[in-house]
Structure formats: C-alpha cells, structure tokens
C-alpha cells in the first residue's frame, strides 16, 4: 500500500483556511496513493472549544473529505470536531474512495487539558477493512493505552493521528515504536507542527515504523508531505515465522 502523510501547521480554529491549506497540499501530490493521512483536529487545532468549531457529518468538512476522496481515487482520514445529538467528539473519518465513510470517537480523551470536560468519548475499536488490509484507527492519547490498541482482529496497520506537543515527543517516539513490536503491525503516527491557541509548540516527528519496529520512514520535523510503501506480504510472513501473536492473552476491556 503506498501512503502519503501529511505534516503541517494548522490555524486555530479556522475550518476553512484549513480545508485550503490541505487542499493545495493534496493537489500537489502527482503520485498515485491509496491512502492520505491527515493530522488530529486537521480543520482546528486541538481546541477545547468545539462549541466555536463543531461541525455535523453533513457539514463543509466531512463534504470536503468526500470530494478529496473521490477527485483524487484515494482514501483520506484524520480527525475533526463534530456535534451529534447534542454531544461533540473528537472523531477520525476513514474515507473510502468512493465516498463511503467509517468512523472512530477518540476512546481516552485527554484529561491534562480536560478533554472529558467538553467531549464525549467513543467506546468502540474500530477496524477498517480496505484494500485487502485491516486498520485500526486511533486518536494521539490513544497511544499511551496498549492494552486497547492489543492486535485481537489480526490487524495489519495502527494509525495514530495526532496533536502531540514537544515537551513529551520522545514518549511519542518511543510509544509507536512499541505499539509496532508488540502488535507484529505497521504503524503510522501523523502530528502537526507550529504553535496552537493555548500557546502549545509542536514539531511533528511524523512517522512510519514496521512490524519489527524499524523506520520505514523516520521521524521528520519540517511542513512537509512524505510518500512511502508497506508490503502487506513481506508482515506476514514474518508472523508466520515468529508467531508471538498466538501467545498473547484473552480478555475483556470493561468501560
């Protein structure tokens, strides 16, 4: 699967300056990918105001993610602030090429900025199937919790998308290096970078790793768009050799 990520500075809590800028970053893509991947809260920043900002699932955002989806022949996903029967979440869309979209609500929300306080958490994982491969889709905070990221479904990728700032990005490093050994999967981590609203300096460290936890594309700070590749084949025939996912345990995630 060829990807592209999608590293760039966000302006606070402005959709539609957002959807430009990404939209002049996607149109300069001449590769053909399967999948875009955008950042957490690519529309706004990681805002705790999402009464300013939220939008619906029919709204311009989701619209937009649509029409990229479908000009380009490629899936898109990230992150955005959307409002559903009277509760905002903080929700990564997976959009398929033809226009069909699946969902994921950020399970652990980030309660050092008081995340809860404002959104309503998700309680599902969700695996989307595409491509002939299985992807787990996860939300930056998400990554501190192995044991609801554990490879149960035999997924074939994580993919984290993000607003991680730079006092804590060595844990970001060290985390998705380990989410990618002990769960035998690729892994992707999109972040931003520049500075937000509530003064937050961010400086991407964007990046993919595979099974064994060795950089298919290392960690990179600039504003910038990488393209790299995973061989689905090449991950499985390693599990095939050495089949630590059979050893892992049962059990339940009790909310």
Not at 139 to 163: G, Q
């Amino acid at each position: 699967m060829k990807i592209a990520i999608i590293q760039s500075d966000i302006t606070w809590e402005n959709p539609s300056i957002n959807r430009i800028n990404f939209e002049e970053k996607i149109k300069s893509i001449d590769e053909t990918v399967d999948l875009i991947v955008l950042p957490e809260m690519f529309s706004t920043g990681f805002t705790m105001n999402p009464s300013v900002v939220a939008e619906t699932m029919d709204g311009e955002t989701v619209s937009w993610m649509v029409s990229v989806a479908k000009n380009k022949n490629t899936a898109i996903t990230g992150s955005l602030v959307i409002t559903e029967n009277g509760n905002y979440y903080n929700r990564m869309l997976f959009v398929f090429p033809n226009g069909e979209i699946q969902k994921y609500d950020k399970r652990h929300l980030f309660s050092l900025a008081k995340e809860e306080a404002v959104f309503t958490r998700g309680n599902d994982k969700v695996i989307v199937e595409y491509n002939n491969w299985k992807i787990c889709l996860q939300i930056c905070y998400d990554l501190r919790f192995p044991v609801f990221a554990r490879n149960v479904e035999n997924y074939d990728m994580l993919i984290y998308v993000a607003s991680w700032p730079k006092p804590r990005i060595n844990a970001w490093d060290i985390l998705l290096r380990a989410r990618a050994v002990e769960n035998l999967s690729y892994v992707i981590g999109v972040n931003r970078v520049g500075t937000d609203g509530s003064q937050l300096e961010y400086v991407g460290h964007s990046q993919a790793v595979d099974h064994l936890g060795n950089y298919v594309l290392e960690p990179f700070e600039n504003e910038t768009i990488k393209i790299f590749s995973f061989d689905k084949n090449e991950m499985l025939e390693t599990r095939s050799k050495l089949n630590f996912l059979n050893d892992r345990d049962v059990f339940t995630i009790v909310d």
